[in-house]
């Protein structure tokens, strides 16, 4: 670690909280957006993020008054025209940040659900995959799967004989479980030096991260460094 690794980190503890909150909410929003399997499901950041945007915010315009005003979401959304233009002004600007807020959140569920309703199995029979579904992503996926295997059964697995009707059958070393390709191409950028040297699986190819350098290369080969920290998808 070098001295602008350091002034980096300082600089971040200096930071309030809703910023460094709305920082680590895009990073985790674009990592998932890329990655071609589910990522951890971030839970004490959305408790926090879930928990600003459900109850209150504070007009950051007003905070040099005695006690600062705190404005409900129904508030910000309803009765903006009935306020001063100041106050109006302010409204009008977290609101704005709300929604911003809100469709980080949105596009951030959306891409973990796409990637549950492609494999829905995977994500239930693998105990290591499974433990990175949130509560309700884990209730979306069993009820999605039992949906589509019923769906199958009345479709025409009936029809076939018992021992073919399983849709989560390894017989022969083949599993009918499809999961997600780790081989897919990403772009990743060094968010700070990494000290082991990154080796490309069944290729002779190994080479360094350095913070900032910014490479193409398989998901499965930087996975460890992407969820280490060390490295962020762009």
């Known amino acids: 670690m070098d001295i602008d690794d350091i002034l980096a980190d300082v600089a971040g503890y200096g930071e309030p909280r809703e910023t460094r909150d709305l920082q680590e909410l895009t990073r985790a929003w674009i990592i998932e957006r890329s990655a071609p399997e589910i990522l951890q499901w971030p839970q004490q950041l959305m408790e926090r993020v879930m928990e600003r945007i459900r109850q209150q915010v504070v007009c ?36 704005t940040e709300l929604e911003r807020y809100k469709f980080l959140v949105r596009s951030f569920v959306r891409a973990r659900v796409a990637k549950i309703d492609k494999h829905a199995l995977h994500y239930l029979t693998n105990p290591t995959q499974k433990i990175r579904l949130s509560s309700s992503e884990l209730h979306y996926a069993t009820t999605h799967q039992s ?5 199958y059964h009345s479709s ?8 073919l009707q399983r849709l989560d059958d390894t017989a022969g070393g083949i599993s009918m ?3 997600p390709d780790l081989d897919k191409a990403v ?18 190819m190994a080479f360094e991260m350095r913070r900032g350098d910014v490479f193409i290369v398989r998901w499965s080969a930087v996975k460890e460094t992407v969820e280490g920290g060390d490295a962020e998808l762009i």
């Open 156 to 163: 025409f697995l009936s029809q076939f004989p018992t021992t």
């Open 187 to 204: 772009f990743v950028r060094a968010l700070r030096d990494v000290r082991e040297p990154i080796v490309v699986e069944g290729t002779d």
């Open 147 to 151: 949906l589509l295997q019923a769906h």
């Open 177 to 179: 479980i499809e999961q």
């Open 60 to 95: 950051p315009m007003l905070k040099h008054e005695p006690k600062p005003v705190t404005h409900m979401i129904d508030l910000v959304e309803t009765q903006t025209g009935n306020m001063d233009p100041k106050t109006n002004f302010c409204l009008i600007i977290i609101q």
